[in-house]
């Protein structure tokens, strides 16, 4: 908008997954999911459930293409992430109001909607049955493969793969990776430019590499406002700035 101070210049980019759809089945059908050496501005959250009898009932529902109603998720036990936490709350949140008439966490069964310690023991909760469905960024399951299996201290020990027991019910907007941003009162169009193209050719070498590591970012691409449109939802439904 006009009034705004600052502008969107560059989105950091990071290597993307095999799969990119909004479709959960997409996700499901097409397991594990990978890493791929394409670079992308974004990545989702994902509403994954376990093997808990309930998981189970809601991935059958969604893989055989029938659309989940409210009704369904009352009796469902979620592990959610903090409310500040973008693929752990706000995003789930955002994909509640969506599908289901403007309804959030807070229309749940209060004993139904338990906020985890971390990613870790929202998967472990999984794991145990303690939750049926749990808020996830999307390569969660990957970070936890080997844990799932794992008898060792702080493992999981199940029996079958993180990718045999665990499907996705729901997938969010995309959720844009940081950005640069310029001030439009101290940076005309020109050094606009020349700041994009600088940060461009310093991810584009071995030493710009390691410098931009420290952010977890491996690149930079030209950012569209647009693109931030959904997180401007979001921090409105926090109440942030």
Not at 99 to 112: I, R, V
Not at 206 to 222: D, K, L, M, P
Request: charged share 20%; with cysteine.
């Amino acid at each position: 908008s006009g009034n705004q101070i600052l502008d969107v210049a560059l989105t950091a980019t990071r290597a993307g997954l095999s799969v990119e759809s909004e479709d959960p089945i997409e996700w499901n059908n097409n397991e594990p999911i990978v890493g791929v050496d394409e670079q992308v501005t974004f990545y989702r959250g994902l509403l994954i459930v376990g093997p808990s009898e309930k998981g189970q009932e809601l991935a059958a529902k969604v893989n055989d293409g029938i659309a989940l109603t409210w009704e369904d998720l009352q009796d469902a036990v979620f592990c959610v992430r903090s409310a500040t936490s973008s693929s752990g709350y706000i995003y789930p949140t955002l994909w509640l109001m969506e599908n289901f008439d403007g309804k959030t966490f807070a229309d749940l069964p209060s004993e139904n909607v338990i906020q985890t310690s971390g990613y870790g023991a929202s998967m472990s909760s999984l794991a145990a049955g303690t939750c049926d469905v749990g808020t996830f960024y999307a390569d969660a399951r990957r970070t936890y493969e080997s844990a799932w299996q794992s008898t060792d201290d702080g493992g999981y020990g199940m029996t079958n793969t993180i990718w045999e027991d665990t499907d996705v019910i729901g997938v969010t907007d995309r959720i844009y990776n940081d950005t640069i941003a310029v001030s439009n009162e101290l940076v005309d169009a020109d050094l606009k430019a020349a700041i994009q193209q600088a940060f461009i050719n310093i991810a584009s070498t071995e030493a710009g590499q390691e410098v931009i590591a420290i952010y977890s970012h491996e690149g930079y691409q030209i950012a569209q406002d647009s693109d931030y449109d959904k997180e401007r939802e979001a921090q409105n439904l926090i109440g942030g700035e």
